[in-house]
């Protein structure tokens, strides 16, 4: 088996790389490293102003959603359904007998 675990021969690609990365790798030493050196405060200042800009457009966001859920709505709640029922009380007074006009048309009508 090869170093890859897959039982199979390395190819000559596969070589190439692997020998070019170790020398890179064993190039490198402690003086090309940069020291550690603990986070600075202009970093926590950037981490505060990213959260107050998403938060502010987090609100802004709530804002609008609820200035446009509002807007189209009315502005009395609408009265619940209710199952409609027959009135009982005093029944309409029967419409009297509609009589045909005989009169004249009056003289200031054209007529045709």
């Known amino acids: 088996m090869n170093e890859s675990g897959t039982g199979t021969a390395p ?3 596969e070589e ?6 170790a020398a890179r790798a064993h190039s ?14 202009a970093r926590s200042r950037r981490v505060l102003l990213r ?9 802004a ?5 609820v200035f446009f859920t509002v807007r189209d709505g009315t502005s009395h709640p609408v009265e619940p359904a209710r199952v409609p029922r027959p009135r009982i009380g005093t029944p309409s007074p029967v419409p009297s007998a509609v009589t045909p006009s005989t ?4 003289p200031s009508a054209p007529h045709p």
């Open 103 to 106: 009169a004249e048309p009056s």
């Open 11 to 13: 190819t000559p690609v």
């Open 16 to 21: 190439r790389l692997r020998s070019a990365l």
């Open 61 to 65: 966001a709530v804002a609008a959603l």
């Open 28 to 41: 490198v030493g402690p003086a090309d490293l940069r020291p550690l050196r603990p986070p600075t405060a």
């Open 51 to 59: 959260r107050a800009v998403v938060g502010a457009l987090v609100l």
